[in-house]
Every structure is written in structure tokens, then in C-alpha cells.
């Protein structure tokens, strides 16, 4: 009998923002445009999930929605379920999920047990049946105390230690090690592989816009684009206060505001845009790779997804990374400078409008990510499909036999004493 075709599944909680969502979907489409026999199902809690176009091999499942209130906090969509009742409902969907769909391959996007603790029966049942399972981590997590103490408070790191067989860190040792300093095993950083970061394409891997025309812009312009939008009001008032305070930047500017941020914001920025000739904005571009390989250069807050386009279409870049409620961005961004890949504006100078003016002005002049030559720095897709044939080659014949423990099987596992994790 001939063998089934490959299935991967792909978790992804993305709670907030676009970032967790759009980095496992170009992975989906990377895995499918490599291999086409591919069959890839992502669960996904975004909202705008539907937004985005997939390949035919590639389909999604969009479990119920939460609002995030914190670093680590949240609350239904619905109003009328309890965090806990929500909390179960996604857990048994994804169980579900798993034993009906019965993967090759479970990459779970950075959450060790997913939000909540909600990935781990799936994760203890996937383990019985030899599926392979991978936590698939950005090249930087937070600074390794808090990502650390937040391990220990979600008791991720027997999950880490037991469950997984590989961990993919979307990145490069010489931008970060997002385990140096966490106090994971050696055994752990031997299930490590830096795979380089993911590159994007030149053609629009999202919703096709209604009019192509709009990304041929006759005049230069730069690129001003907040992720998903919900921490990027600081950047968006920065940009507009340097093009309102009358200083000849030479060079239009696009905002894109994201489909997150506060709906007020968004009015206030629009009211100011009209007045301003060489400023044009919008609310959410689920396309914006033309907008990135139109433009002569990039300001940003520095998240992942941004700075792998960056990295892609080789745009000199300004990054104004957040500070909370994770220093995720200003250490990428801080060594992405030092490397010479991309310059950084520190947000503490942001009351002085002429100082984002004259770093928009001179991205034109700025040296483009690609005159760094790092080495291996796009890789990250090569290195996923590769590893992925390794894995559908080697078959589940012996990895079956390879069960968990049983100790942590249907229970969750907590550190020996003396264990180390801190």
C-alpha cells in the first residue's frame, strides 16, 4: 500500500499582533512550494486569519479568540465565557485536531505548552504516536532572566526537556542565542538548530490587493509600518511630528498603522495625514511585500516578521524597537546595529521630531542589510525543508517505540529538585 502523503501541523496562538501567525504561514507555504504533496493545517487564534490567502495544500483552524491584558494575562473575546471555560474549549480543539489529522510533524510556534497549558494533552498524545514534535522559537525570545522566569511560571521546561525532539531557533547565533543564559540542559541545546532567518518573497504571499497600481508610486518613498499595529502609536506620532515640523526630508512617506492599533489613534493619525502632502496612510496591508521592495527604505518598531523583510528585500532600515512589555526588539535591534545590518533610534529621544526627520532623509544614503554579508542569514527555509524530508524520510517505524517517560505522559511534569532550570 502506498504510503500517505506528509502532513505537517503548525500551532500558532498569535493572541496578539500578526507576528506568531505570519512567520508559521510562510513556513506553510515554504514546506508546500518545496515539497506539493504537503498537507499543512495550522491552528491559529487570530483574528485576522481569514484575511490571508494560503496555498490549496495548506488550510487553517481558528480556535476561539482571546484579548491579551498583559505580558502573560488574558481574556475571552466572548464575553460570556470565563478564561478558563475558553482555555478548555481550544484545548480539546486541538486535541482533537491532532488525533484526527495524526501528523508527521507538530511545530509548535514559541510557546512551550501553548497559551495556557492548551498544547500539552496534545503534545503527550502526539509523543505516543511518534509524531515528531519541534518547538520552532524567534531569534530572540526577552532578555534569558524573565524568558526564564517565565518558563518556570508556565512549567515550560519539562516540555522542553521531555516532550520535544527539536527545537528551531528563526535566527542566527551571532544576532542571538535565545537559550544562552535561560539554564536549559545540554541536552536541550543539543535539540538546537539555528536555522537562518525566513525569507520572503518578491511576489505578494497575502490577499491580492484590488489595484496593483497602488504600489507604483512615481516618487521615492519610504516605508513606515508598525506590525500588527497595537504598540506602534508612539511611531506612527514620531513620523508624522518629523514631517509636520517642516524639515525637508526629501522623500514621501506610506504608513501603514496595522489592523490592532486603537481605532482612536487611527482616526487622530488620519486627520493629520490629510494635511500633510507627503504623507499617506493606511490601516492594514495583508500584501505588504510589494510595499517593502517599492520603497527606498524602511522605518519600523523591529518586530520579527519586519526585520526578516528587511533582511529580504535588502532595504536600508530604521528601527525604533518597543520596551514592553519584552526587550525582544531592542536587543535585536541594538545587534542588528552593531553587525551593520540596520541603525536604531533609541525611543527615549522620541519628543525630538528632527531627529526621526534627519534618519528618514539619510536612508536613502544608508548602507543596505546585504554589505553586511552575514553568512547564512536568509537560510532559515532551506534549513526548515531539509530538516522536514530528514524527518518524513526516517518514517515513524522506531520512533513510535520511543515513548515519552511515564511519568510525563497525561500528567504535567515539574522539575526534579535541583534540576537547574534557573
Same mark, same amino acid.
Given at each position: 500500500?502506498?504510503?500517505?502523503?506528509?502532513?505537517?501541523?503548525?500551532?500558532?496562538?498569535?493572541?496578539?499582533?500578526?507576528?506568531?501567525?505570519?512567520?508559521?504561514?510562510?513556513?506553510?507555504?515554504?514546506?508546500?512550494?518545496?515539497?506539493?504533496?504537503?498537507?499543512?493545517?495550522?491552528?491559529?487564534?487570530?483574528?485576522?486569519?481569514?484575511?490571508?490567502?494560503?496555498?490549496?495544500?495548506?488550510?487553517?483552524?481558528?480556535?476561539?479568540?482571546?484579548?491579551?491584558?498583559?505580558?502573560?494575562?488574558?481574556?475571552?473575546?466572548?464575553?460570556?465565557?470565563?478564561?478558563?471555560?475558553?482555555?478548555?474549549?481550544?484545548?480539546?480543539?486541538?486535541?482533537?485536531?491532532?488525533?484526527?489529522?495524526?501528523?508527521?510533524?507538530?511545530?509548535?510556534?514559541?510557546?512551550?505548552?501553548?497559551?495556557?497549558?492548551?498544547?500539552?494533552?496534545?503534545?503527550?498524545?502526539?509523543?505516543?504516536?511518534?509524531?515528531?514534535?519541534?518547538?520552532?522559537?524567534?531569534?530572540?525570545?526577552?532578555?534569558?532572566?524573565?524568558?526564564?522566569?517565565?518558563?518556570?511560571?508556565?512549567?515550560?521546561?519539562?516540555?522542553?526537556?521531555?516532550?520535544?525532539?527539536?527545537?528551531?531557533?528563526?535566527?542566527?547565533?551571532?544576532?542571538?542565542?535565545?537559550?544562552?543564559?535561560?539554564?536549559?540542559?545540554?541536552?536541550?541545546?543539543?535539540?538546537?538548530?539555528?536555522?537562518?532567518?525566513?525569507?520572503?518573497?518578491?511576489?505578494?504571499?497575502?490577499?491580492?490587493?484590488?489595484?496593483?497600481?497602488?504600489?507604483?508610486?512615481?516618487?521615492?518613498?519610504?516605508?513606515?509600518?508598525?506590525?500588527?499595529?497595537?504598540?506602534?502609536?508612539?511611531?506612527?506620532?514620531?513620523?508624522?511630528?518629523?514631517?509636520?515640523?517642516?524639515?525637508?526630508?526629501?522623500?514621501?512617506?506610506?504608513? %501603514?498603522?496595522?489592523?490592532?492599533? *486603537?481605532?482612536?489613534?487611527? @482616526?487622530?493619525?488620519?486627520? $493629520?495625514? /490629510? +494635511?500633510?502632502? &507627503?504623507?499617506?496612510?493606511?490601516?492594514?496591508?495583508?500584501?505588504?511585500?510589494?510595499?517593502?521592495?517599492?520603497?527606498?527604505?524602511?522605518?519600523?518598531?523591529?518586530?520579527?516578521?519586519?526585520?526578516?523583510?528587511?533582511?529580504?528585500?535588502?532595504?536600508?532600515?530604521?528601527?525604533?524597537?518597543?520596551?514592553?512589555?519584552?526587550?525582544?526588539?531592542?536587543?535585536?535591534?541594538?545587534?542588528?546595529?552593531?553587525?551593520?545590518?540596520?541603525?536604531?533610534?533609541?525611543?527615549?529621544?522620541?519628543?525630538?521630531?528632527?531627529?526621526?526627520?534627519?534618519?528618514?532623509?539619510?536612508?536613502?544614503?544608508?548602507?543596505?542589510?546585504?554589505?553586511?554579508?552575514?553568512?547564512?542569514?536568509?537560510?532559515?527555509?532551506? %534549513?526548515?525543508?531539509?530538516?522536514? *524530508?530528514?524527518?518524513?524520510? @526516517?518514517?515513524?517505524?522506531? $520512533?513510535? /517505540? +520511543?515513548?515519552? &517517560?511515564?511519568?510525563?505522559?497525561?500528567?504535567?511534569?515539574?522539575?526534579?529538585?535541583?534540576?537547574?532550570?534557573?
Amino acid at each position: 500500500m502506498q504510503a500517505r502523503p506528509p502532513r505537517v501541523l503548525i500551532y500558532s496562538h498569535d493572541t496578539f499582533g500578526l507576528g506568531h501567525l505570519r512567520r508559521c504561514r510562510v513556513i506553510a507555504q515554504a514546506l508546500v512550494a518545496h515539497r506539493p504533496e504537503t498537507s499543512v493545517l495550522i491552528i491559529a487564534g487570530s483574528p485576522v486569519v481569514g484575511s490571508f490567502s494560503f496555498p490549496p495544500q495548506v488550510d487553517f483552524i481558528r480556535v476561539p479568540g482571546v484579548v491579551k491584558l498583559g505580558a502573560d494575562s488574558y481574556a475571552p473575546s466572548n464575553p460570556g465565557l470565563s478564561i478558563e471555560d475558553l482555555t478548555e474549549i481550544r484545548s480539546a480543539i486541538i486535541k482533537k485536531t491532532a488525533e484526527i489529522f495524526d501528523p508527521d510533524v507538530f511545530l509548535v510556534d514559541k510557546e512551550p505548552l501553548g497559551m495556557r497549558g492548551e498544547v500539552e494533552a496534545s503534545l503527550h498524545y502526539l509523543k505516543t504516536t511518534g509524531t515528531r514534535l519541534v518547538l520552532g522559537l524567534r531569534d530572540i525570545m526577552d532578555e534569558p532572566s524573565r524568558l526564564a522566569e517565565e518558563w518556570r511560571r508556565k512549567e515550560a521546561f519539562p516540555a522542553i526537556e521531555h516532550l520535544y525532539d527539536d527545537i528551531w531557533v528563526y535566527g542566527l547565533p551571532e544576532i542571538c542565542d535565545p537559550l544562552e543564559g535561560v539554564g536549559v540542559s545540554q541536552a536541550v541545546r543539543d535539540k538546537a538548530v539555528f536555522t537562518g532567518y525566513l525569507q520572503r518573497a518578491d511576489d505578494p504571499s497575502g490577499a491580492l490587493p484590488a489595484d496593483e497600481s497602488e504600489f507604483e508610486e512615481p516618487r521615492p518613498f519610504v516605508l513606515v509600518t508598525t506590525g500588527g499595529g497595537g504598540d506602534g502609536a508612539m511611531l506612527v506620532d514620531w513620523v508624522l511630528r518629523a514631517y509636520e515640523s517642516g524639515a525637508e526630508i526629501g522623500v514621501r512617506a506610506k504608513i %501603514v498603522m496595522g489592523p490592532f492599533m *486603537d481605532s482612536g489613534n487611527q @482616526a487622530d493619525f488620519q486627520r $493629520r495625514v /490629510a +494635511r500633510l502632502p &507627503d504623507v499617506d496612510a493606511i490601516t492594514f496591508a495583508a500584501s505588504i511585500e510589494p510595499m517593502f521592495e517599492h520603497s527606498v527604505g524602511v522605518v519600523a518598531m523591529g518586530g520579527y516578521n519586519t526585520f526578516c523583510e528587511i533582511l529580504s528585500f535588502d532595504k536600508p532600515a530604521v528601527i525604533v524597537p518597543r520596551q514592553q512589555p519584552r526587550l525582544e526588539q531592542e536587543i535585536r535591534a541594538r545587534q542588528a546595529e552593531v553587525l551593520g545590518l540596520t541603525r536604531m533610534l533609541d525611543p527615549d529621544t522620541s519628543a525630538d521630531a528632527a531627529v526621526m526627520a534627519a534618519a528618514i532623509g539619510a536612508l536613502r544614503t544608508q548602507a543596505r542589510p546585504r554589505s553586511a554579508a552575514v553568512e547564512g542569514i536568509l537560510g532559515g527555509l532551506e %534549513v526548515i525543508c531539509r530538516l522536514t *524530508d530528514e524527518t518524513i524520510a @526516517a518514517g515513524r517505524h522506531g $520512533r513510535t /517505540a +520511543r515513548s515519552v &517517560d511515564r511519568r510525563w505522559v497525561g500528567q504535567r511534569a515539574r522539575p526534579a529538585s535541583g534540576a537547574g532550570h534557573g
